[in-house]
């Protein structure tokens, strides 16, 4: 499974000659090429060109005398191979400025109905144009309405829209994009669930909390989120039950207990507390959360909470032991 899309550096001097020898020619042998000038002007001091094959990847590369940046969702040509890859923030902003305005671009002319959201496309970016990934990402957000159970994919999309452009996770973009997943093979259980810490930030963001995601601990363990407010930091972990309709027997109270479960007696407990888990039942429809709410199952650690999330921004749940943050149920 190739990763998020990622710029590859190549130090040295380049000439339109070299380019066209070692890049394209390479290209067109492999895959069926056609060198063309680019979308957008490029940055200063540099030349580019953009690549379209055969077989609908394309490719970015700039030059100059000194050197040369590729970013493509493409075979890597062979005078490539062994040069550095960075990720969209660790390239000049020039460059990386221009590669988004081209492949927004090219996402915008292969997926219209993503145009309307201009910072999920900048966030998705790069997994909505991965190698792997540029179809089941979009199938995603379109067909199955990004997990949401009765909802559209514009609501959808809207809900994930209106969060993200807060910029809340702007400097954390590439982490948690990737973990979509670039995979050629639709994985709705890995997506949804990928998910799922979205709808547990925008929760607490809407509570009033910062966020810091991905943070390391002593078990080689890293916990979903910090979170703090007026000083005091909270660290958060979160886990999705698959709805009942998608495992092949039991209830949503079950799929809670179960799921909860397989968290607590694993990366919780080598933890060894000091982590509230979120369980987030957004992928439930109204009936099956209904149960759940009703009884309130356990989850096999404490403190805990059970929500419930909806497009049009509606947030339900119950906490269970001293929960340390101020929630909106």
Known sequence: MARPLRFRHAPGRWTADRVRRDVYDDLDRNLGATMTSPWFKPPSAFEGYRFEMDNGDVALFLWNDDEAYWLGNTETPKCL???????????????????????????????????????????????????????????????HAAGFPDATAEEALE?????????????????????????????????????????????????????????????????????????????????????????????????????????????????GGGVVLFVDCSSFPDDDWMAVKSEKPEVHHRPAVVFRTRPDGRVDGYTKGRVPLELPF
């Open 81 to 143: 191979w062994k040069t550095e890859k960075y990720g969209f923030t660790e390239v000049p902003h020039g460059v990386s400025r221009w590669a988004t305005k081209e492949l927004t671009a090219q996402l915008h002319e292969e997926s219209p109905w993503l145009e309307p959201y201009p910072h999920l496309s900048w966030y998705f970016l790069p997994v909505f144009l991965s190698k792997d990934g540029r179809e089941t990402t979009r199938t995603f957000f379109r067909d």
């Open 159 to 271: 809900y994930f829209e209106s969060f993200l452009r807060t910029g809340v996770l702007d400097d954390d973009r590439e982490v948690m994009a990737g973990k979509l997943g670039t995979s050629e093979y639709l994985d709705l259980t890995r997506m949804t669930a990928a998910m799922g810490e979205f709808n547990a930030a925008r929760v607490l963001h809407d509570a009033g909390y910062d966020l810091e995601p991905e943070i390391p601990v002593s078990t080689g363990h890293a916990i979903d989120y910090r979170v703090q407010k007026d000083g005091d930091g909270t660290l958060v972990e979160v886990t999705r039950p698959l709805p009942p309709n998608r495992r092949n027997a039991g209830t949503g109270v079950a799929a809670v207990r179960d799921t909860a479960e397989t968290k607590s007696v694993g990366q919780l407990q080598e933890h």
